[in-house]
Structure formats: C-alpha cells, structure tokens
C-alpha cells in the first residue's frame, strides 16, 4: 500500500439544491482499498458520490477533496472523468439512438487522449471490447443497440461494470449497484468489480445490503448518518448493521453533534 | 387542408439546477459565425429592383430564350399578379411569420459580368474560383479528386459545369437551365412545368415567371450516371432574389443520383429564395435527390436571412419508378418546403427523408406530400426535426390514396427532438384515402435531451458538445445514412456545427 492517499475528503460539506446535506464529511482511501458507504436513505450517500464526479445541481459550501493530491473540486465533469474518477450509476440513462459501441469508443478515446495515449481505431477497439463483455458474460449483440434502450436492469448495470473494465479508471464508486439485480446478475456484476481490483485503483462501493459485501469484501466499512461518518469498521461491521439496523449509529450520531 | 391537427407544443421543463451551465454553453456555441457568410466583391450585370412584364421580357431577352419560352414567363407573370391582387401577403396556412414582401423592391435578375463565352472551366473569373474554393468546391476537373460533377449556380446564373464532355459521351445531358433551353428545346419544353405547373402556388408562379437559372439533367434509356450530380447555389449580391429551376429527367431504367448544396453572404437583410424542383422518372428509373440547405440563417437576434420558398416535387410516372428526397436543412430564416411524390405509375416508391434544424430564431415549416395514384404505390417519409433556441418547426404531410391505388402503402415517422425550453416542434399529417385496400401507418415521437443524458457522456469523459452531437447524429442516422458517403460526413458536421452546445 502506498504512502499518499488517493482520493482525500476533508470536512466537506454540500448541499442538494438548496438543501445542506453533507456536513463536514471526512475519508481517505489509499490505493488498493475498498470501501463501503453505508447508511439510511437520506443520509448522504448519493450526494457523496454526486460531488465527488461534479454533477450539476450539488453545491459545495465548505471542505475539500484532493485526488492525487490535485483540487477536484476546480474540475469540471468530464475532467475529474479523464483524471480517472467513474461512477457507475444507479440508475443508467437510455440514450436512443447511440449505438452503444459508438459511444463506447468515443468515452474511451475521450480518456485515451487525455492520457497522452493513441486512439484505438475500430479494430482494436472492437478487440479490447470483445475481451471485456466476456467478463460481465454479454452477448456481443447488445453492442450494436443504443445505450441502455430496452436494457433489462440487470443488463443495465453490466454495462456500467463494462464501462468500468473499458475506461480503466483509478478511483471507482459504485453507487447502489447491487439494487435491483437478482443473484445471477449480482454474481456477473460482482465478478466484473472484482477484476479490477488492483494495488493502484480504490473503490468506494455504496450500498444498502451486506448481501452485495459477501461478493466485494471490504477493507472498511463507513456508516453515514446526517451527512457525516457516523462510525468505520471492518467488515464485520456490515454484518453488526444488517442484525441491528442503523438505529443505534443513528441515536449515537445524534447525542455527538 | 382541413383534416385534424395533431400538435406538439412546447414542453414544460423540468426545472433542473443544471440550467446556468448549460444555456451559457449554448450561447458560447450559439454565436459561433456562419463561415459562409463572405461577400465577393465582382461585377454584376444586374437589373433595377421592381417586377414589371418589361422585367420578365428583359429576364427572356438577356437569356436570348425563344418565343415560346417567354410566353410561358408572361402567363406565369400574369397569374402571380392575379395571385397577388388576391392576397398581397403570399400564403398564410403555413406555421410561419414574416414581415411582408414588398415583391417590386426586389432585383429579379443579377450575374457576374463575364467578358466574354467561356472556352473552358479554366477562364473562369478567378475571383468566382475563389468563392467556390472557399466553399469547399473546386470547378476544376483535374483538381477534383472524387468523380462528381457539379454545376455552379452564382446569383441567377450558371457559372460551370464539370465533367459535361465525359457525361455526354454516355448520352447524359448535364448543364445549365439556359444552355438546357439552347441546345435541348424539345426536352424543356415537353418537361418545363409539367411536375410543377405554373399556376402551382404562389412561389412556384413568381418562379416561372422571373426564374433566372439553374441546372438541368437528362439520362437517357438504361444509363446508370457513373457519378453523382451536384449543383451548388450561391447568392451573392444584395437585395436580390435567387429564383432558380431545375429540371431532372430519367428516361426509362435510368438511374441518378443528384445533390444539391446552397450557401449565401451574411446579410441584415433578409432575401428571397424561391426555386421550383422538378423530376420526372419513366418506367423503373429511379432518381435519389438530396439537399444540404445551409442558407444564411440570421444572426443569433432573428435578423437578417433567408427567406427559403422552395417547391419541389417528382412524378414517378412509370411502372415501378422510385423517387427520393433527403434533405439536411440547417440554414435559412425561413424555410418553407414539401418536396412532394406523385406516385403515377403501378408499383411506384417514393420517399422522403428528412433532418431539419432550428436554432435562434429560425423558423421551418417543412414536409412532403405523397399522392398515391397508382396501384401497389408505396412511400415512406421519414421526418426528424431538432429544435432548439427560440426555434420553430412545424412538419406537415399529406398522404393521399386515390380511388384507383388498389395496395398502396404509406409508413410516415415523426420524430421531434427539443433542445431548451423555449423552442417548439409541431406535427401535422393530414391522411385522405380513398381506397379502403390501402395500409397506412403513421408515428410520431418527441424527445429533449435530457441533463441526465448530458451528465452521463460527461461522466464517460465525453465532452458536452461531443455528446450533443453524438446524440443528434443518432438521432438523424436513419436520413444521413440516405445520403451519399461524401455529403453524410458534411451533412453531420454542418449539424454538429449548427447545434453545438444548443442544449439546455
């Protein structure tokens, strides 16, 4: 494990709308790490990973957050993108009438080129792309459908998972991937996650259920509870909550402040 | 036309906090410049502003036409004055507004002076070479690379025509409308508003009387044309009208492929452009007729533009004859059109595919009109309007099944896509069948692009003009693929260009 955090948040504070919903919300993860983020509805999951990727319509009102040491926050969208932050979505959007592979191609050219990299001209693209629908077992068909459109949710969310293989990025959050998806696609999409974990890429995996920390087992476990990090633990703090409920962090978060 | 309206207002809009963002965005893109918008500064032969039967007489002369011709000016000149008397402010069904036009402060006639006939492409007025090289578009057959001819039309005349001795070797006629009336008078004349009568409409009338020039193909019995044909239109001089014709005739089992391109200076004024189109395809031949329409269309205010009053319109008079129109619309103030199929012959096929696009200010109201009259006709419209800015379109189609078109088949497809809140997309199919065997099918869609699509691109490391354009060209694939190789590319860049960050 390296020295320097990968992504450092510090105090940070944010609002969804005009309504405060982080404060004063504190964590680091080191390359290699996982994390889970768990907590009620309305605890600010969501918000946590809407800021961290800069989706328009979260305002920042206090804190920071260095990733690679550089100020996120100053980074537009489609930057912090480049720079290597995904999220892989709750819900995925349907574009019609964007073939999928199109637009796949030009999401990992967009980042290709901001690395300094070559474009992958159709060939290689379709090589690179072959490889990586096995991992997440789609058939090469829905390549050619457009985005999302007509998509099980299941498929849905293998194809952020093949999103995620595709784009290679550094910092991933999965964001309530797990809801919605039966056991089979659970196990698939579970399966892709755990391909990229490496010693140089962190995971910040949101969730309601321990179900989905059986397939990703985390290095630590966050209980958010009004816009704050109630309490951490390992992972079998995951197991603590699904017996007893957020209640008590609750009561606890709520005595501290 | 009466039938019942079905229209597609403006949607309300979410109120989004992403807004700010994105609408300086598109005003950022929005401003970008018409990079056609030059003027050359060249020596006109023009004529005084003002429509007059000694003006119509003065057109015929100055083209050195015969007799007959001329006559046909002047009845068509007569009816436009009746049209006129009738109604001073020119059709008023379509979804569109305009101050008046004061049609007798209008110069009718405009050319570059040449001194002297042209031997060969290369006399041409190298300063007439530059504006078409600035276009893109170079009239010169051993610079051109890929095998198309084209016909350049600068204000109301042709000034050249590529490739005419390698068609004619296969018996192709390619040229201007004037050499056309000079050296094939037996075909304009059997042809010349046949499609389109003079008494058509009020623009298709005001046309035939002053109409200045344009281009003319003929491809005679079972010749396929070895490349595509192209004519690109260019107004250039102020305060006149640009009235040009074109007449494409494919004899029977012939087969051509023509496309045609418009651009003009960037005027506070705004100028009239009402052209006639007609095509007439024999027995199983087939004719594909594309537009990339990129008239000036205004500043980012409203002002200044085209005024676009186009009639086009094909007769499939043969058995098993196919006519095609693909029309890219992105410029103009004002574009009015409907290139229309009369489906004569049995087993006939018509289509019309179609991008249009507004932004700022502009206005389209455009469509087609299929008349099925044969047995076993079928067409197929498929229709994409974008919108965006204050931007206003309408589509509008007829489809009308005659008593005697046993099978025919009709599949209409709208679809509407909004980019803002303060722009509008309406739908108007009219249906008139009158053969109960006939099938027809109609679909309509309206669709925004939404913040969340934008963010999504944008999460992928895409940037907000790439997705834009990403999602708009998805949007038109099924028209551009209509198109020829060289033109789709063109076509999607010009609409990356014209929408680029027109999105709220």
Known sequence: ?257 | MSSPEMTTPMPPTNAAPEKPKANAELERLASQDYKYGFVTDIEEDRIAPGLTEDVVRLISKKKNEPEWLLEYRLKAYRRFREMLAENPAGPEWANVHYPKIDYDGIVYYSAPKQKKKLESLDEIDPQLRETYGKLGISLLEQKRLHGIAVDAVFDSVSVATTFKAELEKKGIHFCSFSEAVAEHPELVRKYLGSVVPYSDNFFACLNAAVFSDGSFAYIPKGVRCPMELSTYFRINAAGTGQFERTLLIADEGAYVSYLEGCTAPQRDENQLHAAVVELVALDRAEIKYSTVQNWYPGNAEGVGGIYNFVTKRGACRGFRSKISWTQVETGSAITWKYPSCLLIGDESVGAFYSVAMTNHHQQADTGTKMIHIGKNTKSTIISKGISAGRGNQSYRGLVKIGPKATGARNYSQCDSLLMGDKCGAHTFPYLDVANPSATVEHEATTSKISDDQLFFCRQRGISEEDAISMIVNGFCKEVLRELPMEFAVEAQNLLSVSLEGSVG
């Open chain 1, 1 to 257: 494990m390296s020295k320097t955090p990968l992504i450092q948040i510090r105090n940070l504070h944010a609002n969804a709308g005009e309504t405060p919903i982080l404060r004063g919300l504190t964590l680091e993860l080191f390359p290699g790490e996982v994390h889970a983020i768990m907590g009620p509805n309305g605890s600010g999951k969501s918000t946590l990973s809407n800021v961290l990727v800069g989706r328009p319509g979260y305002e920042v009102t206090g804190g920071e957050v260095l990733f690679r040491g550089k100020n996120l926050l100053e980074m537009d969208a489609e930057t912090r993108a480049r720079e290597g932050i995904f999220l892989a979505f709750q819900y995925p959007v349907e574009i019609p009438g964007v073939a999928n592979n199109y637009f796949l191609r030009t999401a990992v050219n967009a980042i290709r080129s901001h690395r300094g990299q070559p474009r992958l001209d159709a060939i290689d693209f379709l090589t690179l792309l072959r490889e990586k629908m096995k991992l997440v077992e789609m058939p090469e068909e829905m390549m050619a459908r457009a985005i999302n459109e007509g998509f099980s949710g299941g498929e849905k969310k293998r194809n952020e998972i093949l999103q995620m293989l595709l784009l290679d990025p550094s910092f991933c959050i999965l964001d309530e991937t797990d809801s919605g998806l039966d056991i089979d696609a659970l196990r698939i999409v579970s399966n892709g996650v755990n391909q990229m974990r490496s010693p140089d890429r962190a995971m910040l995996v949101i969730t309601h259920y321990q179900r989905l920390l059986d397939y990703i087992v985390p290095d630590r476990v966050h209980v958010l509870s009004k816009g704050r990090i109630a309490r951490s633990g390992g992972k079998e703090l995951a197991l603590e909550l699904e017996e007893k409920g957020y209640g008590w962090i609750e009561d606890e978060a709520g005595g501290a402040s």
